[in-house]
């Protein structure tokens, strides 16, 4: 059975850091493109980070970058965010996801309909 998995979420201060991994299970990543998205209550999924299936050419919205940094460690089937200098708006579910590997390999989408595996979700709270 295909599945993500993520985990690295918690409460955390305001300039604090996080490192959310996304681990795969039934398929392996580097075939895939991978995001990053959150969702927060009230607010529609957001695209915050995709890193593509060759090269590791990687994006990132605007309010986090040079905060966030996404990375994939393919020995261990694992993608990383890694999440510095965090702000109370940073606060929602965040979710890893994996396109179907026959896309593009040097381009990932910010958009959660490029996507067709999907985890379950990590919480990630930030207090001011």
């Known amino acids: 059975q295909l599945q993500l998995v993520e985990s690295g979420g918690g409460l955390v201060q305001s300039g604090g850091s996080l490192r959310l991994s996304c681990v795969a299970s039934?398929?392996?990543?580097?075939?895939?493109?991978i995001g990053w998205f959150r969702q927060a209550p009230g607010k529609e999924r957001e695209g915050v980070s995709c890193?593509?299936?060759?090269?590791?050419?990687?994006k990132y919205v605007d309010s986090v970058k040079g905060r966030f940094f996404i990375s994939r460690d393919n020995a261990k089937n694992t993608v990383f965010l890694q999440m510095n200098s965090l702000k109370p708006e940073d606060k929602a579910v965040y979710y890893c996801a994996a396109d179907s590997g026959y896309g593009p390999g040097l381009w990932c989408g910010m958009g959660p309909s490029v996507y067709k595996y999907w985890g379950q979700g990590t919480q990630v709270t930030v207090s001011s």
């Open positions: 890193i593509s299936r060759r090269v590791n050419i990687t």
């Open positions: 039934g398929f392996t990543l580097d075939n895939s493109a």
